[in-house]
């Protein structure tokens, strides 16, 4: 079993540990790791893949993982790194939440065997709790002064327009007791987070000690940002999700493709599995090719393979290529629409198609022509291509066989001029 500590050092991704000497001694076995996901939607993000990453690392080097999704919790909210209160979820809701969450868990993780990471829901030893019962057990092991230090009640009291509410004070209260149920059902004795988790982290391994006199641990990693400081993960729809309904595949990997050359090589360390060698090899190209953009290309290519696997990296590169000019095929019309967000279109009722359109008509229908003369001159030039493939003759006839996807055909005039005909 390699030492998980030493990976971690290299990629940089310990920010904090409660005692690194004792942690590296405790993980010199197998262990047990755990990690909290917040159930706000039924998809995680970009964003969510630096702790389910790290859940990976540490099953990758023989400890087990558990991941928490927090139904419980989540139906309070976390105030850290929070600057108001969040609104409040519904049970049905998070139940539907959960259940997409813990589905997208398995492209990360092995849940088979004996050692096979496993998925809590916190609401199932909640649920159990009366209100008093939670205030005699736990919260009577809980210093008020202690709660108060943390940076993340401190940070939300000294600001007079929002507050804290006592419902999101007990936030820390539930995750603390968290740490305590998994060290005492399933063993559990090393919790992990972003660095924003340090104080509820922290809070956990003290309250391990006051009701069961056992040792625990702590580690968080860096929150994943950008050289300018904005959390990774947010393009100009909003969230980056790992979901291919809420974010397509093509969507994804034009995401990662763009990371700028500043952000690229530290996400390439936090989020992928590349060597030390590959990719100081791939810093260097980065350093004296940057053109080339190889480590965009090795980070887009690892991670679209790792969330949506090898048929969603496949249709992510067809639709790249498609952007350069490569002929169209074997996409879907979501994946055309998508590649194609901006391009004007218009629909045509589908039984002309049925009936065959002339490419010169065709040309004016789809608005790249002002008239039929215009239209001939851009095929005689052999400038109009249909699915990016020439055309070479005004005689050509469009037909159902010219469909890109189930109802769209794709016409181009000259290198840049695209427009789409949807045949409804």
Request: charged share 25%.
């Amino acid at each position: 079993m390699h030492s998980i500590i030493d990976e971690l050092n290299w990629r940089g991704l310990i920010h904090q540990a409660t005692d690194e000497a004792a942690l590296r001694t405790f993980l010199a076995k197998p262990a047990i790791v755990y990690a909290g996901f917040d159930p706000t939607a039924d998809s995680l993000h970009v964003g969510s893949l630096l702790p389910l990453i790290m859940l990976r690392r540490f099953q990758q080097a023989g400890h087990r993982p558990i991941a928490l999704v927090g139904g419980a919790t989540g139906m309070i909210g976390d105030p850290s790194g929070k600057s108001e209160e969040r609104q409040l979820l519904s049970k049905d809701i998070l139940v539907e939440n959960v259940a997409g969450i813990r589905k997208q868990m398995e492209h990360f993780l092995d849940f088979d065997g004996p050692a096979g990471a496993v998925v809590v829901n916190n609401f199932d030893w909640m649920q159990a709790f009366s209100f008093l019962d939670f205030l005699r057990d736990v919260g009577k092991n809980f210093p008020i002064n202690v709660m108060l230090s943390k940076d993340s009640v401190k940070s939300r009291l000294e600001r007079s327009d929002v507050g804290l509410s006592y419902t999101e004070f007990s936030y820390m209260l539930l995750q603390a007791y968290d740490f305590v149920h998994l060290a005492q059902h399933h063993d559990c004795s090393l919790q992990i987070g972003g660095s924003d988790q340090w104080g509820n982290i922290t809070a956990g391994i003290d309250l391990g000690r006051r009701m069961l006199s056992k040792q625990l641990y702590g580690l968080t990693c860096p929150l994943l940002t950008t050289s300018d400081g904005r959390k990774m993960g947010k393009s100009e729809k909003g969230a980056v999700w790992l979901s291919p309904e809420r974010t397509s595949p093509y969507e994804f990997y034009q995401y990662l493709i763009n990371v700028a050359d500043s952000d690229v090589l530290l996400t390439l360390r936090f989020l992928t599995d590349v060597s030390r060698e590959e990719y100081e090899a791939i810093e260097g190209s980065l350093r004296d090719r940057p053109q080339e953009r190889a480590a965009q290309k090795r980070l887009a290519e690892a991670l679209t393979r790792l969330v949506h696997g090898e048929e969603g990296l496949a249709s992510a590169e067809r639709a790249t290529k498609t952007l350069f000019g490569a002929e169209i095929e074997s996409l879907s019309d979501r994946e055309l629409t998508t590649i194609f967000a901006d391009v004007p279109s218009k629909e045509v009722d589908r039984d002309q198609l049925v009936a065959g359109i002339g490419i010169i008509d065709a040309l004016c229908l789809a608005g790249l022509a002002t008239s039929k003369s215009e239209a001939r001159r851009t095929v005689n030039e052999g400038a109009a291509y249909v699915n990016n493939r020439r055309v070479e003759s005004i005689e050509k006839i469009l037909t159902s066989g010219d469909l890109a996807s189930e109802t769209v055909i794709v016409l181009r005039s000259g290198k840049k001029r695209y427009s789409l005909l949807r045949f409804v």
